[in-house]
């Protein structure tokens, strides 16, 4: 695969069961030293598998798009992913349960999430949603994967635009795409993923001719 500038490319990717620590070392041993310094301090089992999987997510996604190497990966103070050499080039990452997810575009501000389908206190969550999104929760026939479908789509636009939780969920109505909020206008589209999971992406809406390709890769055999 070779990169097109008129696609946004999605690669996702569970990560394996039941690691022992001598496979996680041996398979950090992949990243770059600031990375696995970075690791190192991780503590927590979970954490550290969301952040070593997805950069080996990374590796395999912009290997498969063509770059000869893995870019710089820089973030801004709101925490957004960009690549310091190519700086135009968008880049997001995600991960929830045991999948992890990027979406990649160049000249395209674009931003991924996917959410594991747990048992939501849904009514914590209401102050998130307009009354017309509320009610489509309430009244579809899963109550929860509404809630994430929905929920999936802010995230997604949220990191597009780089605010990240920063931005007002209530007022960023995601019924229908495109989305215009605080002067910009954004596409977004529902990922189709595995088993209870689900996820979206979106991109700046000048953009909106792009074409999706979405890919499931394997982790873990590096």
Sequence with gaps: MTEDHRS?????????????????ELLSQSLSGDEQLRLGFMTRLKPKLHFLFGRLLLRKA????????????????????????????????SHSGHLVACALGAGVQTGIDVQEQAEPDLESYQSSFSAAEWDQ??????????????WAR???VAK?????????FESLAVLASPVNHDDNTWAWTD?????????????NALSNDRALVCEAVVLGEE
């Design 137 to 150: 929760i309430q009244q579809d026939h899963s109550p929860q994967q509404a809630f994430y479908r929905l």
């Design 8 to 24: 946004i490319y999605v690669f996702f990717g569970p990560i394996p069961a039941d690691l022992q620590p001598d496979r996680i």
């Design 62 to 93: 912009f290997n498969q798009l063509g770059f000869d190497a893995f870019p710089d990966l820089s973030f801004s103070e709101s925490g957004k992913p960009y690549l310091s050499d190519h700086p135009d080039f968008g880049v997001s990452l």
């Design 191 to 203: 990922l189709d993923l595995p088993a209870g999971y689900c996820g979206a992406v979106a991109w």
């Design 154 to 156: 802010k995230e997604a």
């Design 160 to 168: 597009a635009d780089g605010a990240g939780l920063g931005i007002d």
